[in-house]
């Protein structure tokens, strides 16, 4: 069943009870991106896990890419509003990449680095979980620059600026540092089902007007 079929007028995603409160489907994948696309070469690419680790790991492609691979599909919520369902990403699981660094049991939280500036923080239990993949290809296609090449964080039980393109480090951490939104009023762990979009002291008005800029996908 294609993720936008219908039946009437009702959305079979609707029906089905996919889409969290507040969205609407969309069809393609929008760019959407604070400043500009880098231009990154797989040669001096390379990507980390530091911080409260036993052993830190540093990967360059070629490592990166002898890692165990998994194919995931999985819905995408902005908090923009539009939703993209059934996904198909192909990649490594984030807690693959992890076990290599062995992280302490006192990191709870994670700030994801990526080239271009960008950050985002994440509660570590969250990207341990078996869905959650560095993804290289999306619906049978390497992954383009605007999407996040080579690889792109996704984090299907977040909004969507949570999955974080150009991924080129996890600094796990005891304490949440906000990333490049969160610092700027997104909440600290938006999931989409609760409608987290926002964190709670803050005027969501404000927020409403940045917010068809401010998606990292």
Known sequence: MSAVETKGDVPAALRSGRLPPGQKLESRLPVRTFGRTPELDPGSW?????????????????????????????DLHCVTQWSRLDNAWEGVRFRDLAALARPLARARFATVHCYGGFTASMDVEALMADDVL?????????LSPDHGWPVRL????????????????FELTAEETPGFYERRGYHRRGDPWTEERFWPELDPAFYLTIAVCSDSL
């Open 154 to 169: 996704v984090v299907p039980s977040r909004y969507a600026w949570k999955s974080a393109k150009w991924v080129m480090g």
């Open 134 to 142: 560095l993804a290289t290809r999306l619906d049978g296609r390497d």
């Open 46 to 74: 390379r990507l980390g896990v530091f911080g409260l680790v036993e052993e830190p790991v540093a990967l360059d492609w070629e490592q990166f890419s002898a890692l165990p691979r998994a194919a995931v599909t999985s």
